[in-house]
């Protein structure tokens, strides 16, 4: 074993661990950080874990949120999920603490396959993890898209092996991350770093295109595809569940032509394409990426009693409520709805990187500098229609994500990397030091260039009005203190950036001139540097962000109104409209409610809702069986006309489209009538049913993935019942003997019902599990078998050259 080889990798893994444990030091004490995405996953994902501890097994089903929906996006668990265990010996810190690891060690060994001195590596490690978006998405509990970016240097270090003709090291290294990076489930994130190494790739051919080696690029492609091919399949269980409830998603495409009022309705295979855009970044916003609060920082700001806005309160309403709204004043007069900080990603990276873009030469820097353009530009959105609605109408998927400003993790990747590689260049190669101090020289103008230009004229070159700035019309001299605050702020962060871009320019400078040596100069570059980013983070994610890990894991307390509601034991739902019921895991975590809190429900619900519960349509929430509603402030109101789990009805009315069925949901008295579509539907038989007053159908069991329900009539009925259809997964039976079912009033489901007593089960059994948990074997046994035979063969090779 050779320590010499291994002492810079130990090194680098302590730092890591000090580095996370240090930013994040309330984890020593036992303490987690409070995540509102997670908070609000907690109440989502309650009965499922519920569930999986006393049966001891997975649902891949959910009854407390949205009528119901598959947990397939809500923390699944799949067979044969190996992965998982790997992950989990990477993320070994407490969270978040081992997000925070990931980013550094995945960025560690991305410089490693570039060939990068450990100390750089360290170096450019540190200036990665600590990016300021990068750390501000803990606070928001986005837990899932720092797991994926944590895994993409890895990924992308895999592909580098490969065009290195490293084949072993690379396939084995792309197929691994691959597969780590697919079960980190953020498939946007996933699907912009594709976006990175598509980039990559055409840069690569133009080299091979260029130097005449197109075979040895098709070999490498090869390699690269087979490994990807591996690292994506042995998540074939959590990829074929994913494809298949992404067409009943809010991703999917709508049956609707209309919409709520009856308009002609754009339609599209994705997302609505204000929704998509909706958060885009402003072109000028992108100056934040330089100077951190360049638009005011996030959405509230604290403002101190030397403000502006402080002293017009203190003068109009006294000490204690200048102190109560300026700890949460509205500094930000961005483009954007809200922003929870600046995506800062350092005004000394920024420096490296047009250091670089003038001192690297070759492939790598016309990807780097490729890609991270094509992140700001697509980042803009709206803001830049002509590009980014190309993407959205021609470019697969594209239109299945919305928040496009988080494309931005390319430009987060990027540009420390070129910041590394243009140190690299810097200290170690044999570029003249003409050549090196007009790389300075040109860095400094463009990146202190930008800083003098904001600190000397950026008071005058923008309005400084935010989007939310009516919420102070009642008292206008407050909005023009709030504005010389926000100007203020760019003043004093331009500064802030000249200043440091000095600094780091003249330590480069008087390194270049022999007066200071080269170990100094890392050591106080990396000191600016984690100065620099890890004084922003702390603004937005620090220590008060913790609380006791009880009060994390059982963030709800059970009010009066939840008190009252849970006397009652039968099955029912549950409707909170004294907050936004789609935005709502709360009430999940001790109803089954009508509403939740998830990215991607049901699209038919979602509709629902948008179409008739907005419009208050009582039958609709009869028929969901909401037997309660809290109201006001902690009011129970009993809905005595809910229909019940399950009910009778005389007739189905019949309609050929889904805008014939959400029309008929207008009227339709659901206790006597259900609509079914019949284009999609063959309904054999009468669509008229003979009354029986003394039929009944009641539900005597209910768990997760079982519904059972005893019928007596006299003559045959159909039944409707208060369950989400969901075809894919959603069994009928009666006696015991498979039968079909409908979809009637546009998302339930309807069945019929002989004559006499019988038993009617709904088994949720996905056959989407199976099949995709068989698949995942077969291609960790392939891995294994190609990276064995693989080494013997090399072994052999090499022996039979010596």
């Not at 320590?3 to 984890?27: D, G, Q, R, T």
């Amino acid at each position: 074993m050779n320590l010499k080889k291994i002492l810079p990798f130990a090194i680098a893994f302590i730092v890591f661990v000090i580095a996370s444990v240090l930013y994040f030091n309330p984890v020593l004490s036992g303490k987690q950080i409070k995540q509102s995405d997670i908070t609000q996953f907690i109440g989502m994902s309650k009965n499922v874990k519920e569930y999986r501890a006393e049966k001891g097994e997975e649902p891949y089903w959910l009854d407390n949120a949205f009528g119901g929906m598959p947990t397939y996006q809500a923390g699944a668990y799949y067979p044969n999920d190996y992965v998982r265990y790997l992950d989990k010996v990477i993320r070994f810190l407490p969270r978040p603490a081992d997000y925070l690891f990931l980013y550094f060690l995945g960025f560690f060994i991305l410089l490693t396959a570039l060939k990068i001195d450990w100390r750089l590596a360290i170096l450019g490690s540190l200036s990665f993890g600590f990016s300021t978006y990068l750390i501000i998405i803990f606070g928001a509990g986005h837990n899932a898209k720092a797991h994926a970016i944590g895994y993409m240097p890895m990924v992308i270090a895999g592909f580098i092996y490969v065009f290195r003709k490293k084949y072993l090291l690379g396939f084995a290294l792309t197929a691994i991350a691959m597969a780590l990076e697919i079960f980190s489930n953020h498939v946007q994130m996933t699907y912009y770093l594709g976006f990175c190494l598509f980039i990559l790739g055409i840069v690569e051919f133009i080299y091979a295109y260029k130097s005449k080696e197109l075979l040895l690029y098709a070999k490498q492609i090869t390699v690269i595809l087979a490994a990807c091919l591996i690292g994506i399949s042995v998540n074939a269980t959590r990829l074929l569940a994913t494809k298949e409830y992404a067409a009943h998603s809010t991703r999917g495409k709508s049956e609707l032509t209309i919409n709520p009022d009856g308009t002609p309705k754009e339609n599209s295979s994705g997302l609505d394409k204000d929704y998509i855009t909706e958060y885009s970044y402003g072109i000028a916003e992108t100056f934040n990426l330089i100077i951190p609060r360049f638009n005011g920082g996030g959405t509230v700001e604290k403002l101190g009693e030397d403000s502006n806005f402080y002293q017009v309160l203190e003068q109009n309403a006294g000490k204690q409520v200048a102190k109560e709204y300026s700890s949460q004043t509205l500094t930000y007069w961005g483009k954007q709805p809200i922003v929870e900080a600046p995506a800062y990603i350092g005004v000394i990276v920024f420096f490296l990187f047009f250091l670089g873009v003038f001192l690297v030469k070759g492939r790598l820097k016309y990807w780097l500098v490729s890609a991270t353009i094509f992140s700001i530009v697509l980042s803009w959105g709206k803001n830049f229609p002509v590009i980014t609605n190309f993407f959205i109408d021609y470019v697969p998927l594209y239109n299945k994500f919305r928040a496009v400003s988080s494309i931005q993790v390319i430009a987060e990747l990027c540009v420390p990397l070129l910041g590394i590689l243009a140190l690299k260049e810097f200290f170690y190669s044999e570029n003249s030091s003409e050549e090196k101090e007009d790389a300075i020289k040109k860095a400094f103008y463009i990146v202190g260039g930008i800083s003098l230009l904001f600190l000397l004229f950026g008071s005058s070159l923008f309005a400084f009005e935010g989007l939310r700035d009516g919420q102070y019309q009642q008292l206008p001299e407050l909005i023009d203190a709030l504005i010389s605050d926000r100007k203020t702020m760019l003043f004093n962060d331009s500064l802030r950036s000249l200043l440091l871009v000095l600094g780091v320019g003249g330590l480069l400078w008087f390194y270049l001139k022999g007066k200071l040596q080269r170990v100094p100069v890392l050591i106080a570059l990396a000191v600016l540097i984690v100065f620099d980013l890890v004084s922003i983070d702390t603004k937005y994610v620090n220590k008060e962000d913790f609380t006791s890990a009880r009060k994390v894991q059982k963030p709800f307390v059970e009010s009066k109104a939840d008190t009252e509601i849970l006397k009652d034991k039968s099955y029912y739902r549950v409707a909170n409209f004294s907050v936004s019921p789609l935005q709502d895991g709360r009430t999940s975590y001790f109803h089954n409610s009508i509403g939740g809190y998830h990215a991607a429900k049901m699209k038919r619900y979602q509709e629902l809702f948008d179409y008739q519960i907005a419009k208050n349509n009582m039958e609709v929430l009869n028929m969901l069986n909401t037997k309660y509603f809290i109201i006001g402030d902690e009011q129970v109101q009993k809905n005595t006309e809910a229909n019940g789990s399950a009910w009778f009805v005389n007739s189905l009315k019949e309609v050929k489209s889904a805008n014939e069925e959400m029309k008929a949901l207008d009227s339709l008295k659901t206790k006597e009538e259900a609509v079914i579509n019949t284009k999609e539907f063959q309904f054999n038989g009468s669509n008229k049913f003979q009354k029986d007053s003394t039929a009944t159908i009641n539900i005597v069991k209910q768990d997760l993935t079982t519904l059972v329900y005893e019928t007596r009539a006299k003559a045959e009925q159909f039944a409707v019942f208060s369950e989400i259809y969901y075809k894919d997964g959603w069994n009928a039976y009666i006696d015991g003997e498979s039968v079909p079912y409908y979809r009637v009033n546009y998302l339930l489901r309807g069945l019929k019902v002989p004559k006499g007593e019988h038993t009617v089960t709904f088994k949720f059994e996905p056959t989407v599990i199976k099949t995709g948990s068989l698949l995942s074997v077969v291609f960790y046994v392939l891995f294994l078998l190609i990276v064995g035979a693989w080494f013997i063969l090399t072994g052999k090779t090499k022996k039979g050259q010596d």
